[in-house]
């Protein structure tokens, strides 16, 4: 199958912005909720954003929240995280996935389809 494909990562000051999009094939991202993750090394993957798939609903972590902006395009089948002020504390590999079930709660293992992620990284 394919995977989404991850990208817009890089190295920024702290307090500065950077936008993630992931790109999916239809199949993954069509009526489907979709969210990131992100995993700094030797920490457990992390939720950060979900977003329905009509992109009217959208669930933030807390430490991201009024910060980062969750969206999609469902015509060119791309999600995107917008973040701001970001922190050194953001560094992490961000990765989008596919929800896969319909119950409550944010862990990886409701979600499928992972990307390979891509690297952000948030200087002093």
């Known amino acids: 199958q394919v995977q989404p494909v991850e990208s817009g990562g890089g190295l920024v000051q702290a307090g500065g912005s950077l936008r993630l999009s992931c790109a999916a094939s239809?199949?993954?991202?069509?009526?489907?909720?979709m969210g990131w993750f992100r995993q700094a090394p030797g920490k457990e993957r992390e939720f950060v954003a979900q977003?329905?798939?009509?992109?009217?609903?959208?669930y933030y972590a807390d430490s991201v929240k009024g910060r980062f902006t969750i969206s999609r395009d469902n015509g060119q089948n791309t999600m995107y995280l917008q973040m701001n002020s970001l922190k050194p504390e953001d560094t992490a590999v961000y990765y989008c996935?596919?929800?896969?079930?319909?119950?409550?709660?944010?862990?990886?293992?409701?979600?499928?389809?992972w990307g390979q992620g891509t690297q952000v990284t948030v200087s002093s």
């Open positions: 996935a596919r929800r896969r079930t319909f119950r409550a709660g944010f862990s990886p293992g409701e979600f499928d389809s």
């Open positions: 239809r199949l993954t991202f069509s009526r489907n909720t």
């Open positions: 977003i329905s798939g009509s992109g009217g609903v959208a």
